[in-house]
T-cell receptor
Framework: ETGVTQTPRHLVMGMTNKKSLKCEQH?????MYWYKQSAKKPLELMFV???????ENNSVPSRFSPECPNSSHLFLHLHTLQPEDSALYLC??????????????FGEGSRLTVL | TQLLEQSPQFLSIQEGENLTVYCNSS?????LQWYRQEPGEGPVLLVT?????EVKKLKRLTFQFGDARKDSSLHITAAQPGDTGLYLC???????????FGGGTRLMVKP
């Protein structure tokens, strides 16, 4: 139990569906992240939120839309995805942005399959 | 763009053997972290090294940061099945606010 909870754990969706991934952290952290983990690529940072403000958006296609309504919750809204978007989506949080000497706390991930 | 290469990508050994995995880059990092990810879980931080040449020990795991802060190694002594997992290194930029992850080393320790 890392204090970061992701739902759903597994999601199968068609290319025309709209779905959302949810992340909640119970650690009182100020920064939250979405990462994509594919089979043959390093962990890819998608979005960073610090104090509910988006501070990083690593050239992610617009079919991925993040939302951070407060410092404890983070969503990733998905629409018109492609099969190559199938991956494990990991949410993480940290005390603040100084992750280099701090620590990322990851959730267990949401395994997404796009048919 | 800072890149981190990990080797080997896969490693399957018997319980009791020793092993070393490597994390290399042409870039300098302000710090380097090692995470372990078990099946069905997210990565969990094992250690952070900050100073060039630094060595840290965590029970049977020994972590070293290269003198030039471009590379790192993880040595496991007398591996156990519980060490099975994906080992990820991550280097931090100068500002310390961005981590670049390596591709990972998938370790399997057979009883």
């Amino acid at each position: 139990e890392t204090g970061v909870t992701q739902t759903p754990r597994h999601l199968v969706m068609g290319m025309t569906n709209k779905k959302s991934l949810k992340c909640e952290q119970h650690l009182g952290h100020n920064a939250m992240y979405w990462y994509k983990q594919s089979a043959k690529k390093p962990l890819e940072l998608m979005f960073v939120y610090s104090l509910e403000e988006r501070v990083e958006n690593n050239s992610v296609p617009s079919r991925f839309s993040p939302e951070c309504p407060n410092s404890s919750h983070l969503f990733l809204h998905l629409h018109t995805l492609q099969p190559e978007d199938s991956a494990l989506y990991l949410c993480a949080s940290s005390q603040d942005r100084t992750v280099g000497t701090g620590e990322l706390f990851f959730g267990e991930g949401s395994r997404l399959t796009v048919l | 763009t800072q890149l981190l290469e990990q080797s080997p990508q896969f490693l399957s050994i018997q319980e009791g053997e020793n092993l070393t995995v490597y994390c290399n880059s042409s870039s300098v990092f302000s710090s380097l972290q090692w995470y372990r990810q078990e099946p069905g879980e997210g990565p969990v931080l094992l250690v952070t090294v900050v100073t060039g040449g630094e060595v840290k020990k965590l029970k049977r795991l020994t972590f070293q940061f290269g003198d030039a802060r471009k590379d790192s190694s993880l040595h496991i002594t007398a591996a156990q099945p519980g060490d099975t997992g994906l080992y990820l290194c991550a280097g931090a930029n100068n500002a310390g606010n961005m981590l670049t992850f390596g591709g990972g080393t998938r370790l399997m320790v057979k009883p």
